[in-house]
């Protein structure tokens, strides 16, 4: 599943339970705040002061490694 920074954290968790520690690493610990749940990833990132594309390209890198294993 590719991850784009539209993406509800919310759904992104549901989806793909195994980002939590990519988001996590990034220092986004309040993803597991019901208010988070309807915060777009670019939005999250944003009050975070992270660049969002940096995190969908770890969150993909993630996916692609999985692939090739």
Do not use: Y
């Not at 339970?17 to 208010?35: A, D, V």
């Not at 749940?37 to 490694?65: C, F, R, S, Y």
């Amino acid at each position: 599943m590719e991850i784009k920074k539209d993406m509800l954290i919310g759904e992104i968790l549901s989806k793909k339970p195994e980002s939590i520690g990519t988001l996590m690493s990034f220092g986004m610990g309040c993803i597991m705040c019901p208010s988070s749940q309807m915060e777009t990833l670019e939005e999250a990132a944003m009050v975070h002061g992270i660049d969002p594309n940096i995190i969908v390209a770890a969150l993909n890198k993630d996916d692609k490694e999985e692939a090739e294993a």
